[in-house]
Every structure is written in C-alpha cells, then in structure tokens.
C-alpha cells in the first residue's frame, strides 16, 4: 500500500455491491502506487465527499452509472473541473461509450476485463491517458471523421444566442429556473422555454449534461 508514499494515485471508488466493492478496493489497494481514498455505495453526499479528500481519479462501476447514469458524472465534473471518471464493468455498448466520452469521462472498462486491467486503467487515466476498449475505437475515428457528429461540433454550429450562453452559466453555477428569473426580472416560464430551446440546440438531454458540452465547446469556463 502507498498510504506513506508521495505521488501515489488517490482512487474514490463508488459500486453499489458491496461485496464486489470491497474486492475491487482490496485489489487496487495492495498495487504500490494506488490508494483508495473511500470505498462507497452512491448516496446524495457524495460529490462533497469527493471534494473533501481531493481523489486524482474517481472510479465508478455499472450498478452505479445505471443508477444515476450521466448526471453523476456531470455534477462532479462541474463542481471539480480537474477529476478524472474511469468507469469499470461496463457492458460493451458503442453508444453509452460514446454518450460517456461526450461527458468527460477518461476511460471505460469493459466488465470482462481484470482486475490488473483495472488498475492499468486507473495509472492511465491518472497520466492524462484515456481508456478505450479497443473495439470502440473505430468508433470515435468515425464521429471525428463525420462532420455532423453529436460529439464533436464547433462553438458555432451550436448556435445558442445571447441569452441562451447567459442562462448555461447560469445553470452550471446551480441556479434552479426561479433563481435565474428573478436575476434576469423574467417570467420562469419563459426561462423554462429558453432553457428547452437550449438543450435541443447542444442536443442534451438534461441541464447539467448541456453545461458539459458548452463547457467542452469552450462557451462556458
């Protein structure tokens, strides 16, 4: 264990077994270069928990995701631009690989792989690596190579107004629809149909997922 070495890469790990969490822990533990900071079942306080022990990498399995699927990941990538989010037993499935990369995540392991394959995910991501099983990777080739991709598009195909920018800065700094329409002295119905518009535009299915991608964009800081 690498509790009194410097450098070692701090890991929060999050699974809803608890038997298996606790093997994956155990597993990740015992490398010299690994540490797991916390070892828990999701619950609401989790990204303060994670903000307090300031892990490199948070890591979360299948169970979890399904759970809360891309708004976890969102909220914490928010709240803690620097996280990285390695997610471990996934099911091979292109487009929830694609839908996590578009989100920010780092890497992405398939549930048959091992637990060594684990902790080379976890040393990679931590160098600024991304993971991809290496059946996706055609995958991401095409959404580059295809100008009309969901994943990447330019600042400007976005088009979002004045308005709709003010009201993602809005959004990503927690502001529910009835705080930003008191800010801007607007009715929150028409907040709620900007807001809608807004997502259609960035082609997201929730707030928190369209401050992602304007933030991947370069619209938001």
């Known amino acids: 264990m690498c509790i009194e070495k410097v450098g070692c890469i701090s890991v929060f790990l999050l699974a809803e077994n608890r038997l298996l969490r606790e093997a ?22 989790v990204t303060e928990r994670v903000r307090g022990l300031g892990p490199r990498i948070v890591a979360l399995d299948s169970s979890v995701f399904a759970r809360i ?9 928010c709240a803690i631009p620097d996280i990285k989010i390695l997610l471990v037993g996934m099911d091979n499935d292109k487009e929830t690989f694609l839908r996590c990369v578009r989100t920010g995540v780092s890497g992405y392991v398939l549930k048959e792989a091992s637990a ?12 600024d690596g991304a993971v991809c099983p290496s059946k996706f990777c055609a995958a991401l080739f095409e959404q580059i190579a295809n100008p009309g991709s ?10 979002l107004t004045r308005r709709e920018q003010q009201l993602v800065k809005m959004v990503g700094q927690g502001l529910s629809n009835k705080e930003i329409a008191n800010q801007l002295k607007l009715s929150e119905q028409t ?3 900007h807001i809608h518009r807004m997502l259609r535009k ?5 707030r ?5 991608v304007c933030r991947v964009e370069g619209i938001v800081a």
């Open 24 to 45: 994956l822990a155990r597993v990740l533990d015992n490398k010299n270069d690994i540490r797991v900071v916390a070892a828990v079942a999701y619950d609401s306080t």
């Open 69 to 77: 699927g891309l708004d976890f990941i969102t909220s914490v990538r």
């Open 116 to 127: 060594n394959e684990v902790a080379a995910a976890v040393r990679s991501v931590a160098n």
């Open 150 to 159: 969901q994943l990447y598009r330019g600042k400007a195909q976005l088009g």
């Open 191 to 193: 907040v709620k149909n």
């Open 202 to 206: 960035v082609g997201a299915s929730d």
């Open 208 to 212: 928190l997922s369209a401050v992602e």
